[in-house]
């Protein structure tokens, strides 16, 4: 049981996460979710990499993203390094209304996705205050804003994306008439190795306990219904991903 103090500590940061949830979601709330872009921005000129790649713009040449603990790092920095020359990628937005832009830019995207308790997991061990529910009303929420648009960008399961990327780019050059270099994903998987075997195993086995206690959370009552649409809508998107190989 949680810390009474913890837990009230913990409030204003699940507002704020439900609230840039529903600003992510829809184009009109732009304006709004515009200062998620700019810290985003800083964050990304402090380390010493272009803020170019947390937007969408007329100078983006392929979006790769999608609802977070998706492998869009691994996806994002994998496709980086493969490149002869610099490609303007935007990644990370985990917007639906970004993505939307993308499209009717007709600029590339490559969607990833992946079933939801393992996503929702990765992102609440990272972020605990994050309740399984509002995990999956994100979820639901995010991937039903941009099914309707399903034949505008490649899907990228969690498998597809962490051991066949290579082929998924070379989807995304088929679909798009692009000519990116494909993923060396046997050197991807070993750097991922490589920066696994270096992480802090006290701050790993902090991040697994707290997987453990927030699974707990898919199997109350409150959260059945919403799972079983969460598995329903990933299903949907893993059936079209297997079509179009």
């Known amino acids: 049981m949680q810390n009474p103090i913890n837990l009230v500590m913990q409030l204003p940061r699940r507002a704020l ?3 840039r949830s529903i600003v992510s979601q829809e184009p009109a709330c732009w304006f709004l979710y515009q200062p998620y872009i700019w810290h985003g ?25 999608g609802f977070p603990g998706s492998a869009n790092s691994f996806a994002a920095l994998a496709f980086k390094r493969s490149q002869k020359q610099y490609i303007n990628l935007a990644h990370h937005l985990h917007s639906p209304s970004q993505i939307l832009q ?17 996503a929702i997991l990765s992102i609440a061990s990272r972020r605990p205050y994050i309740t399984a529910t509002q995990g999956l009303h994100t979820y639901i929420g995010f991937y039903s804003k ?43 998987n070993a750097d991922r190795q490589t920066k696994k075997a270096q992480r802090d195993s006290e701050k790993l086995a902090i991040r ?22 969460a598995k329903a809508l990933y299903q949907a998107y893993e059936e079209l991903a297997h079509q179009r190989q």
Do not use: C
């Not at 993308?102 to 393992?118: D, F, K, N």
């Open 208 to 229: 697994e306990s707290i997987r453990e206690e927030k699974r707990q959370e898919f199997t109350l009552e409150k959260n059945a219904q919403l799972l079983i649409q």
């Open 41 to 65: 921005q800083r964050k990304l000129k402090a380390a010493g990499v272009s803020p170019q790649e947390r937007i969408v713009s007329s100078a983006t040449q392929l979006v790769i993203d």
């Open 17 to 19: 996460f439900s609230y």
């Open 146 to 188: 941009l099914k309707p648009y399903s034949s505008h960008y490649v899907i990228s399961t969690f498998e597809q994306s962490t051991q066949h990327l290579d082929r998924m780019i070379a989807r995304v050059n088929t679909v798009f008439n692009t000519n990116f270099d494909l993923v060396d994903i046997a050197k991807a």
């Open 102 to 118: 993308a499209i009717e830019r007709e600029i590339p995207v490559l969607l990833t996705i992946r079933e939801p308790v393992g």
